[in-house]
Each structure stands twice: as structure tokens, then as C-alpha cells.
């Protein structure tokens, strides 16, 4: 292998490993860490074993094993092997093997220990996917718990060296200067006018003619990736225009990775696949979109959806440096240079943004329930950790400890963990094999993951046609490993090998997604209501739209009406028939607000969609007090009929501060004075009940406080008796007839601290006359002008010139003479 910018630190990196067995280094790109680093390790004398390497993408695992093995003279699977999903070429003499992170994750989970591995290179660890910094924590603790002599080492060019080394309990960071070639930026700016393949194909168009070598163009995915090929085709004849994503076959990708053996000029199209790792021969120019899309887990929705960002700056500079790995580059970008410090500086981690379910369950089948336990350079958020506990726990994979303190695996969550896929799609596949369609099922799980398997439709069932009936390498590789799959379900569930009766594909996709069953809301097929209570949305174009029903497969969009990508179609009958037990029956309570009464209908369901609903003629009555209730709560206190009495009594429990008629401790305990008195109707409750219910709450104590603090009526010095308004505006008031007070020289007051009362005082006729919370004030003030005027109006009546010496009475002043005579 000729002399690389990593070789002279190479001595650093191999000092580090020996002792203390752990390294971080940082390399930019073009350094030649990928390919140099792991056969350097192969004559050190702790290396006995096999020697592990990362790579975040299967393209750049094989094309990294593939230049390894070349330097050696050899071929792919010789000393240098690689491992992935669809592809592997490895033998007994391998002692580097290059995998993708995801099955890495599987290996130490089968094999905690790791035996006969001599060292972990994880490589581009900056790009920080979930299943590096998960395969990364588990072997950080397997290396402080079983196995001191196993080597890691994080290597990047981006990374944040010191954080990756304090996780590696303060391993050294090892930096390579690398080799600097020039690199030139033109920033051709936005065109929000024109289509994302329009403005790439006339960068490409500029980039053909202004400059020499082979282009690299960044696209966010592979059907932008597709139009601007056809474009490139018509427009530039003469060029060599190659896709280059995840699903390309192997012989494309190496196609597009090499220079053209015929020395022709290409135009390599690629997603962000071909931002690291991977050196493209020949590449001196790269034109980039300036997007990013990413998968993000939507918890409201419960589907992932790939979501389209600017690209932040690292993944701009990682992109550009395509251009400059093996000489002077040029690197086009459509956006304004003034507009690029506001982007992101990074992607955000991986972790952050997905579906955890597979996380939370490796970490139970590893034995830990606590992902905080283990070493995070970001610790997975808890929002999203118990959304995936409740997902696996709706699947049957993970249930309470007993006594309820934390969470463990089950036994079918075990064989869940066993296979590699997505939870769901495991326990589909298993399910699928309990029944003897372990194959179909196994399909069907590869048919979701490999997007371009099978062709593009929405309906799964034509893909799975299309892709059981084709005949080339990629589908024979997918077949041959979606069959090892169904062979390891079936030896896992122990299933027969075929099925007595053909069980239809979308059943086995219920059983493995039962909450995205859906039915048809509306004539064309456009809405759809799943059984775990979404909306989504559905072209009426589709094939899958004349269906009544459907499993969902894959979906994209926000929580309300996302849009249905791929399904299966389903009947009623076989519903009824296969489905049987997730349907239920039971009794629902709704209020009817124009009746202001309970409904109590019967309802077969699946989840959130209703088969069918009647009148339930015998609903439990507790289920009714329970619902009304909560409805209760939810409301106020305002829904309960109280009458005047109990109204009264609790404005008065307001005023003098009685804990237990106040609205928070009624509402707290409503089963114990409400629930008693409950019927199907609010408004039949009886008054009086209600009353007593509440004055029975009163203790002695509360009872006292009450009549001090607030008394429920004013006895006037002639006897007569006022209830006290305690919802006043001007506070708690009383209307009372002036003459009932003559004879009172001394305001009347209650509460603690006391306060007065206020008067509202009236005529003879009960008409107002002056408002005071001064009694004596009133009798040696204003009374006189109230005096004038009453002797006018009432002749007949006492209007004294000192009334507060005055004997109280209501009668006439006859009547009253009349009295002291007798």
C-alpha cells in the first residue's frame, strides 16, 4: 500500500492500543484511516484474534474491504472480509472483518464476550447513527465487565475527540494532519423558482464544461437521484451518468465507486451515502443540493418519516472534500455563501430523532432496563424511551419486573431480539411462522426495509409478486436472506414448515403492526382511521383505495394525515375470520349534551374503529358513576344541579375558608359524597340529597367556623330575619328594611378579622335607599336628608331625629303607640 498521511501516526495510534488498549483519532479525510489502520493491527502482539471494522453503510463496508484486500494482492474474503445484510465474502482465514454497524449490534448481543476478537474500529463515528452509538456503549461495558484485552478504537474526521475520549475512560486522541490538496468553493446561490432537478442538472450542465474529471453531485434521495438522471441522459450523451444509493445492486455500486474502465468521463449521482468512507477514483468535482433527508421518528403518528433538512456545515465540508481526496478539487454549491453560516453546524445524532423500540429492546435482552447505565456521548431522551417501552409492551416483548420496580425481556421478546429487523417486523415474522407463512412473512419484512425491491407500487402484494418472479442477483441475494430468516423463525417458534391453510399477507402484517389496520372513511379511499386511532391519507389513484380495509406499511408526513406509501388490502370476512381475537365487545358511555344524560351503546371494535354499535340495555352502573365522574372532574363543579340551599352553603364555606366544601377537596372526593347519589342523568339528582351529602362533610369544628365566619342570615334588632348574600360584588351584603334597625348604635360585623357587613337599607315599600358599612356614621349623617324624604313619602311610619335610641319596629307609628300602650 503506498505511503498514506496516517502512517505517521500510525506508531501513536498502535502505542495507544497496546496500552491502555483504547484510542481516539482523528483524521480528515483522504488520510487513509479506513483501509490503513486494521492491517497494521494484524502482526501486534496482542492481536490474536479477529479484528473488527465499522463502516455506517454496506456500500462502504465492501468497498473498504474490497481496496484492503487489493493492497494485499488478494481478494475480498481472503484475510480481508466484510459482512452485510445482502452480501459477505469472508472464509477461516479472515482476520479483518469489515461489517455495518447494525450487524455489529447483533454479534455482541449473541456474544457478549466477543470471543476471538482482538479489537472494535469504529469508523466514521461521527456520523453518529444509532446503531454505532449503541454497538460503541455495549462494548465500552463489555470491555470494563468481561473483556479488559479487547481494543477499541473511535476514528473521524469530524469528531468531537475529547468526548469520545473521556467515554473511553480518558483514552488518548491521536490527530493526523492528513494531505491538503486545493480545494475551491463556488457558491452558485438558491433558485426558489425552479425545480431541485432542474437547478442540479444545469449545475451538472456547468460543472461539465467549466472543469475536468469525473462529478459527484449529492442528492437528498434516490427518487430526486432518478430524475436528474433522466435529464443527464438527454442532455449530456457523451457522459457516464451512475446512481450510486443503498439500493443499487453490488455491481453497480462498484461501477460508480471505480473510474470507468474504458476512460470515460462519469457524473456520479449519489444520496448522502458518499459523504465519508468512501473514495470515489477519479472524482474531482462535486455538485452539491445542499439537502439532507432523514429518517425521524414521529411519536405522535408512531411511523418514522424521512424528513428533508439543509444539510448542516460538517456534512457540506465532508461533501465537498469528495473533490480534493486525490488531488485539486472543485466543490459547486446551490446556496449563497451568506447563507451558509446559518445552517446547523451538525447533523443531530441519530438517537435523537428515532425510533428507540429497537434500542430499549437490545438493552433488555442485554440484561439492562436503565439505558442512563451505560456509556452515551448523548443518553437517549426518556420521552422517547417510554414510548418504546409501551410499544414493546403492546407486542408482548417486554413486561413489569415483579414487584413493578423496572422492566424485563420476555421469552418472546427474546426471539424478537434474535432476528435483525425492527421489533414489529420480527414479531410479524414469528407470528407469521407460528402459523407456517414463516417465508411470506420473512418477505414481507425485507419488502419494507428494501424500499426498491419488487418495484415501486403501493400495493406490497404487488411487489411481493414482481420480486418473488425476478431473476437477478440483488433479488436472489434478498430471497436467499429473507429464507434464512423464516428458517430461524420457524427453529424459534417451533412451527411447521408450511401452512395448513393460506393465511393472506396482509393478516401477517396485522400481526405484526396491529395498530396500522385501517378502514376506509369515505367514498373514493382518501381518508382512512387506523386501529391505533390516526388519520392518514391515501391517493385516490391507488390501487390500495378501493379497499374497505388495509394494513398500513409504511407511511410519511405529521401525525394528522400522513400519507399512506405502502399497504396491503384486506376483507371483512377475513377480518372476521383471522383477526377474531383482536376484536372486542364491549360497552361504551357517551354524554349526550342535549339530553344531559348518559348513552350506554354495545360496540364490536379493533382498537379505535367501530364495527358495529347498538343501545346496550344493561350497562354497569358503576361504569356509569365512574364516567360521570370523570366527566366531573373534567368539568367542574358548575355541572352538579345544586339547588338554592346547597349553593348558599357553599358560598359561605368560600367565604369563611371551610377546607372541605371547597372545590378542589369535592373534586378530590366526589366518590365519597357524589357517587352515592349518582343516576344515568345529572339533572334527576335530588336537591335536597346534595345538600345533606354536603353539610354530612362538615365536622363539628367546620360546623362552628361556619356559623361564626360566615353566618347564613342577618337577625335584625325587630327580629326580622335576612339571608346574607355572600356573592356581592361590594362583598357579603344584606337588604333590610330601616326601620328593622332603629335602636342599633354599633355596626354588625362577623368574620376573622372582623369585618362589617354591608347594608343595603330600604323603605317601607323595599325600595333602595343608601348602601353603608357605617351604621353610626349613617344615623348622625345623611339620615336627615334620608328622614325629609321619607316623612313625605311614608306620613304614617317613625322617622325619629335619633333612631338609634329608638325602640326597632316595623309598624306604622300608630300601630307602634298602639303597642307600648297595651
Not at 377537596?665 to 335536597?688: I, K, N, V, Y
Amino acid at each position: 500500500m503506498s505511503e498514506l498521511p496516517i502512517h505517521a501516526v500510525l506508531p501513536d495510534c498502535l502505542a495507544a492500543l497496546a496500552q491502555p488498549g483504547a484510542a481516539v483519532l482523528v483524521a480528515p479525510p483522504g488520510a487513509g484511516k479506513t483501509t490503513a489502520v486494521a492491517p497494521a493491527l494484524l502482526g501486534q502482539p496482542w492481536c490474536t484474534g479477529q479484528i473488527i471494522l465499522l463502516s455506517p453503510r454496506r456500500v462502504a463496508a465492501r468497498a473498504a474491504a474490497e481496496r484492503m484486500a487489493e493492497a494485499l494482492g488478494e481478494k475480498a474474503g481472503e484475510t480481508i472480509g466484510y459482512l452485510t445484510r445482502l452480501d459477505s465474502r469472508r472464509s477461516a482465514r479472515t482476520r479483518v472483518l469489515v461489517m455495518t454497524e447494525a450487524i455489529f449490534v447483533a454479534t455482541i448481543l449473541d456474544d457478549p464476550e466477543l470471543a476471538g476478537t482482538s479489537a472494535v474500529l469504529f469508523d466514521e463515528a461521527h456520523e453518529r447513527h444509532l446503531d454505532s452509538d449503541l454497538g460503541l456503549a455495549l462494548a465500552i461495558e463489555c470491555r470494563e465487565v468481561l473483556r479488559p484485552d479487547l481494543r477499541l478504537c473511535v476514528m473521524s474526521a469530524t469528531i468531537d475527540g475529547v468526548r469520545f475520549a473521556g467515554l473511553l475512560g480518558g483514552a488518548p486522541v491521536i490527530e493526523s494532519e492528513g494531505r491538503a490538496y486545493p480545494l475551491a468553493i463556488r457558491w452558485l446561490g438558491s433558485a426558489p423558482e425552479k425545480r431541485l432537478d432542474d437547478a442540479v442538472s444545469s449545475a451538472v450542465l456547468t460543472a461539465w464544461r467549466e472543469e475536468q474529471g469525473d462529478i459527484l453531485v449529492f442528492l437528498p434521495g434516490v427518487g430526486e437521484i432518478g430524475r436528474v438522471q433522466t435529464q443527464l441522459a438527454e442532455k449530456l450523451p457523451a457522459a457516464l451518468v451512475l446512481p450510486l444509493h443503498g439500493q443499487c445492486e453490488p455491481a453497480a455500486q462498484r461501477a460508480a465507486i471505480r473510474r470507468d474502465s474504458d476512460g470515460r468521463r462519469r457524473v456520479v449521482l449519489a444520496t448522502a451515502i458518499a459523504e465519508t468512507s468512501l473514495t470515489l477514483d477519479g472524482v474531482s468535482v462535486v455538485v452539491d443540493a445542499g439537502l439532507s433527508r432523514r429518517a425521524e421518528f414521529d411519536r405522535a403518528a408512531g411511523v418514522t418519516r424521512l424528513v428533508t433538512h439543509r444539510a448542516s456545515r460538517a456534512a457540506a465540508a465532508q461533501r465537498a472534500g469528495r473533490a480534493a481526496r486525490q488531488g485539486p478539487g472543485v466543490a459547486y454549491r446551490l446556496w449563497e455563501e451568506a447563507a451558509h453560516p446559518g445552517r446547523p453546524e451538525f447533523d443531530p445524532p441519530e438517537i435523537q430523532t428515532s425510533d428507540l423500540a429497537p434500542l430499549t429492546l437490545s438493552l433488555a435482552s442485554w440484561g439492562s432496563d436503565d439505558p442512563a447505565a451505560l456509556a452515551w456521548l448523548d443518553a437517549p431522551p426518556p420521552p422517547s424511551v417510554a414510548a418504546a417501552r409501551a410499544k414493546l409492551q403492546a407486542l408482548g416483548a417486554l413486561e413489569p419486573r415483579p414487584g413493578g420496580e423496572g422492566w424485563q425481556i420476555t421469552a418472546f421478546g427474546r426471539a424478537i431480539a434474535s432476528l435483525p429487523m425492527e421489533p414489529s417486523q420480527a414479531a410479524m415474522v414469528l407470528r407469521g411462522a407460528a402459523l407456517g407463512e414463516a417465508e411470506t412473512a420473512a418477505r414481507l419484512a425485507l419488502l419494507m426495509q428494501e424500499k426498491a425491491l419488487g418495484g415501486r407500487s403501493e400495493d406490497l402484494s404487488q411487489r411481493l409478486s414482481r420480486w418473488n418472479g425476478e431473476r437477478h442477483s440483488r433479488a436472489d441475494a434478498s430471497r436467499k436472506l429473507a429464507g434464512g430468516w423464516a428458517r430461524r423463525a420457524q427453529a424459534l417458534a417451533g412451527a411447521p414448515a408450511g401452512p395448513a391453510v393460506q393465511v393472506p399477507p396482509a393478516v401477517l402484517l396485522a400481526l405484526g403492526y396491529p395498530e396500522m389496520l385501517a378502514r376506509r372513511r369515505d367514498a373514493r379511499g382518501e381518508t382512512w382511521l387506523s386501529a391505533g386511532g390516526r388519520g392518514y391519507i391515501l391517493d385516490p389513484a391507488s390501487p390500495l383505495a378501493s379497499s374497505e380495509w388495509l394494513v398500513i406499511g409504511d407511511a410519511q408526513g405529521q401525525a394528522k394525515g400522513a400519507r399512506i406509501l405502502a399497504g396491503l388490502t384486506l376483507s371483512s370476512t377475513e377480518i372476521e375470520a383471522w383477526l377474531h381475537e383482536r376484536i372486542e365487545r364491549r360497552s361504551v358511555l357517551r354524554w349526550n349534551d342535549e339530553e344531559g344524560r348518559v348513552e350506554a351503546r354495545l360496540e364490536r371494535r379493533i382498537g379505535a374503529i367501530t364495527l358495529a354499535s347498538g343501545p346496550d340495555p344493561s350497562p354497569d352502573p358503576s361504569a356509569i358513576r365512574a364516567f360521570l365522574l370523570d366527566r366531573v372532574r373534567a368539568t367542574g363543579l358548575s355541572l352538579v344541579p345544586f339547588g338554592a340551599g346547597a349553593h348558599a352553603l357553599l358560598k359561605r364555606a368560600r367565604y369563611a375558608r371551610v377546607e372541605a366544601l371547597a372545590e378542589e377537596a369535592l373534586l378530590a372526593d366526589l366518590e365519597a359524597w357524589l357517587a352515592p347519589l349518582l343516576t344515568r342523568r345529572l339533572d334527576a339528582l335530588d336537591a335536597c340529597a346534595l345538600h345533606q351529602a354536603l353539610r354530612d362533610r362538615l365536622a363539628w369544628d367546620d360546623q362552628q367556623r361556619l356559623d361564626r365566619l360566615a353566618p347564613p342570615e342577618f337577625i335584625s334588632p325587630a327580629g326580622t330575619r335576612h339571608a346574607i348574600d355572600y356573592e356581592d360584588e361590594g362583598g357579603p351584603s344584606v337588604e333590610v328594611r330601616v326601620q328593622a334597625l332603629f335602636g342599633l348604635d354599633r355596626h354588625p360585623d362577623f368574620g376573622d378579622p372582623p369585618q362589617p357587613l354591608l347594608l343595603k337599607l330600604t323603605s317601607p315599600a323595599g325600595r333602595p335607599l343608601q348602601a353603608t358599612r357605617d351604621l353610626p356614621g349613617f344615623w348622625r349623617g345623611s339620615w336627615r336628608d334620608v328622614q325629609r324624604d321619607m316623612k313625605g313619602r311614608y306620613p304614617r311610619h317613625r322617622w325619629p331625629d335619633e333612631p338609634w335610641r329608638e325602640n326597632p319596629s316595623l309598624k306604622t307609628r300608630n300601630a307602634f303607640e298602639a303597642s307600648k300602650r297595651s
